[in-house]
């Protein structure tokens, strides 16, 4: 869908992170230093921008590591933002109460990216639904069959650029 | 030992859906049974799906609030909360004290109401059938209340962006009141009816067991998860609204089968209408929205808004790039976590408990599907 009425200049909204985020934010890039992370703060979200092969590695240091302990897998999703598609991960950790989001930008034309089911049994039905709406293909998911849309659907509904078809009385 | 006379079992397949009044919309398990045991399931979902994610990309803000309503519809107040909450945070809006205190009460009365009608469909599930005309009884009194308040029944739109529609009707407080006193009579009878009959204790203790770890590994949450003994309950860990306010307490369980869950439900509404008669007590006068625009623009960014739904964890994540209609809206659906894990449930259980478990967990198709 184009952008109507489009600023010419849109402002940013504020960044706000709590103490635990601060913390967080300190912490990442030394935990994570392997993986060069590029860590920033959007609104009150620690992020952590990687690279799609990473992602496992990184999920199961996250998880394992005591000071993140990151056992809970709050939200994968997928956004379209044209030139590259971002999956978004965001992590919680039950114990140590704090969040943060993990984003991987993969190509549009064959997305794909290892799966992270093996860390987070929830992943399943996120990854399905991924894939269904968006076209990313997550590697080493163990039933990658459509979850939302029927089989045979063609084309991938959740992208900017889909066309929504005519409506027609059957 | 000779086999004459024993009978061979084969494994068998028995589809349940999606028609099937105990799958409490359009679900649709295929289960692999042995005899009488469940040796493996596939669920299949997907029979609502209307894109209500992509919808959200081509409507105004404000009107995006009613399409939170459909997800789910047990608990439209809840929904609307989470996403003008969500907003309000990405352009840092204030609310006023007034509006939070009725959204505050509306939502946990929605809250009693949605566990009410689970009180009643479980009963139905574990084949008692008189309790649901006790819940419905007292859930009807409670969508009259909101009838009276947002002029609607369900699908109210009445939380707005900044504050609430209007202001609540003169004798809220009193009939407040008199409801609040009908309901706690009529969830003690109900109580008193269903929770410890020796039938309903038998279909239901050990049932569906699940562990901690298990249920925080599929991401369960709500009731669901804190009858596992985990006491992850958003209003108390990261407190949002007013509710930071209130003395009110999280029941949690001991050992994660049906009846803790049902049980936890029960205790919960009682707890839902402490914090209501609080809220009450402390209700400021005062306006009931900031005005806004009637276009909003939020600032470029992106949030993450967690909120407490009777049904689990409910989250929103929401893109913005400064234009009128969001760039994305992604909704994570309490239910739709909850109903991953039935695999882990239904594991080597009886058919007959199959209904029970999938009862427990209270799906709402409308947002599992979305």
């Known amino acids: ?170 | 030992m000779s086999t004459e006379g024993q009978l061979d079992t084969i494994q068998m397949m028995v589809n349940m859906g999606p028609q099937h009044p105990s799958t409490h919309g359009v679900f649709r398990m295929v289960l692999w049974v042995d005899g009488e045991r469940v040796v493996d399931l596939e669920p299949h979902i997907g029979y609502l799906h209307r894109g209500s994610e992509k919808l959200c990309e081509g409507e105004l803000y404000a009107q995006i609030v009613t399409l939170f309503d459909r997800l789910d519809y047990i608990s439209n107040l809840n929904n609307e909360m989470l996403f003008c909450r969500a907003v309000e945070k990405l352009m840092g809006l204030e609310v006023p004290e007034r509006a939070e205190y009725i959204r505050v009460i509306l939502c946990e009365l929605n809250r009693v109401a949605s566990h009410l009608l689970f009180f009643g469909t479980f009963g139905i599930d574990a084949g008692a059938m008189t309790p649901i005309m006790y819940a419905f009884r007292d859930r009807e009194k409670i969508q009259t209340m909101f009838e009276a308040v947002t002029g609607a029944r369900m699908m109210h739109n009445f939380i707005r962006i900044g504050g609430v529609k209007s202001d609540v009707p003169e004798d809220f407080g009193q009939r407040m009141r008199v409801l609040l006193r009908e309901i706690r009579q009529g969830i003690d009878e109900t109580d008193r009816l269903l929770s410890f009959s020796e039938i309903f204790l038998a279909r239901t203790k050990g049932i569906g067991v699940i562990d901690a770890e298990t249920a925080i590994t599929y991401g369960m949450s709500g009731p669901v998860l804190r009858a596992c003994g985990v006491p992850m309950d958003v209003r108390k860990d990261e407190p949002y609204s007013v509710y930071d306010r209130f003395d009110f307490g999280i029941p949690i369980g001991e050992k994660g089968d049906s009846w803790d869950r049902y049980y936890i439900r029960v205790e919960e509404m009682r707890q839902s209408m402490r914090i209501i008669e609080q809220a009450l007590e402390q209700i400021p006068d005062g306006p009931t929205i900031t005005p806004t625009r009637l276009v909003l623009r939020p600032p470029q960014g992106e949030v993450y808004v967690r909120g407490e739904n009777p049904r689990g964890e409910i989250g929103v994540y929401l893109v913005s790039n400064g234009a009128d209609r969001p760039y994305r809206v992604k909704v994570r659906p309490p239910s739709f976590c909850n109903l991953m894990a039935l695999k882990e449930l239904l594991k080597d259980t009886y058919v007959a408990d199959a209904v029970v478990i999938l009862g427990s967990l209270d799906i709402v198709l409308g947002e599992v599907d979305r």
């Open chain 1, 1 to 170: 869908m184009a952008e109507r009425h489009r600023q010419e200049e849109t402002p940013q909204a504020p960044v706000a992170l709590d103490d635990r985020g601060h913390a967080l934010e300190l912490l990442l890039p030394e935990v994570l230093a392997e993986f060069q992370p590029e860590v920033g703060a959007v609104v009150d979200l620690v992020v952590a921008i990687v690279k799609p092969q990473d992602v496992p590695a990184i999920c199961k240091l996250a998880k394992e590591d005591p000071r993140l302990s990151f056992d809970y897998l709050m939200c994968l999703c997928v956004v379209d933002y044209v030139e590259h598609l971002q999956v978004v991960y965001h992590l919680y950790s039950t114990t140590m109460k704090h969040m943060m989001v993990l984003k991987a930008n993969v190509s549009p034309e064959k997305p794909s990216l290892p799966s992270v089911t093996s860390m987070w049994a929830g992943a399943d039905w996120y990854e399905r639904e991924s894939h269904d709406l968006f076209g990313v293909a997550f590697e080493g998911h163990p039933n990658m069959a459509p979850l939302l849309l029927y089989e045979g659907f063609e084309g991938y509904p959740g992208r900017r650029d889909y066309e929504m078809p005519e409506y027609r009385e059957w």
